[in-house]
């Protein structure tokens, strides 16, 4: 009987899983990216047993994931988690993947990769660490989050063959950047100059106007529910299109403002198109519920 091969999925946001995945492209296992559950059921297949690289805390982002294991049972090669990958498994390939990692410090930069506090002392870890936080927020804002799926390629290419890759420099160079423009955008949002009232509440806004693609809006919007839970309002433009995000960490914003939100979060939404009219929009729903 043919022996089944693992091939291993991952998420391509599972950023601190790229010397996992370069330990297994050179031991010669197939790869391949997985974002959402859709893309998931297509690995019930024959002839392969799939191996998850997937965090704990990301496993969230597969709402469905225990149904598809239930599902497949012995069809599932097990997971490795980046975040505690010295835990052993009965996968022998996945032990394969373990024992190529202890060697050539690839096990301390799969370590140190999500501890930036360490990259100084770290320079592979550094550049990685680097690079591809900074091409994932680039790209996010360009809308081509499937550039990150080609950017990690060419990370493992780098890593396996010693050959350095001009973007991956490029994104390196320009991750400072990007914790500097995100401090500087912060200064800008304040709860003196909102053109939204809700009572007396506090309402933090701030216009942006053009912001640059590194802005990392990510960690931008997270900061904020923090700084101002009741509510914060930014308005930007990016790539000539206007967008008014609204977050807050008390209240489900989708139902007070009548939002549609495609990414069914109710404690952040960003709105597209005109931002006088999104504005007004958003006082008229605020005015009406003061009544």
């Known amino acids: 009987m043919k022996k089944q091969k693992s091939i291993f999925l991952y998420d391509p946001n599972e950023l601190n899983a ?15 990216p997985i974002n959402t559950m859709q893309s998931l059921w297509t690995w019930l297949i024959d002839g392969y047993y799939p191996v998850f690289i997937i965090s704990e805390k990301n496993r969230q982002n597969f709402p469905d994931l225990k149904t598809y294991l239930w599902l497949s049972k012995a069809k599932i090669g097990g997971f ?53 936080r900074a091409g994932k927020i ?3 804002n360009k809308h081509k989050p499937e550039r990150l799926i080609k950017t ?11 050959k350095q890759s001009y973007s991956i420099s490029l994104y390196e160079e ?21 053109p939204i009232k809700f009572g007396n509440k506090p309402i933090a ?9 590194w802005l990392d809006l990510e960690k931008l919007q997270k900061d904020l529910v923090i700084l101002y839970p009741f509510m914060t309002i930014i308005q930007y433009r990016l790539d000539n299109k206007e967008y008014t995000w609204v977050g807050s960490a008390t209240i489900n914003v989708n139902l ?11 404690h ?10 999104i504005i007004n929009l958003l006082k008229a729903e605020a005015k009406s519920l003061s009544k």
């Open 152 to 162: 990690i390629d060419e990370a493992i290419t780098e890593i396996n063959e010693g």
């Open 268 to 277: 952040g939404a960003t709105l597209k198109g005109p931002h006088d009219k």
């Open 18 to 32: 790229i010397f996992i995945l370069a330990a297994i492209k050179k031991l010669g296992f197939k790869i391949w």
């Open 138 to 140: 680039f790209l996010k």
């Open 80 to 132: 490795i988690d980046p975040c505690n990958i010295q835990k052993k498994d009965v996968n022998p390939d996945i032990q394969l993947v373990l024992t190529k990692l202890k060697k050539n410090s690839m096990l301390k930069n799969t370590e140190d990769i999500s501890h930036p506090e360490r990259w100084e002392k770290n320079p592979t870890a550094f550049r990685y660490g680097k690079a591809l």
């Open 205 to 213: 806004y701030g216009y942006l106007d053009n912001i640059s693609p």
């Open 256 to 266: 007070i403002f009548s939002i549609k939100n495609n990414d069914k979060n109710p």
């Open 174 to 194: 320009n991750y400072d950047y990007c914790l500097y423009i995100l401090t500087e955008v912060k200064t800008k949002i304040n709860t003196n100059n909102s």
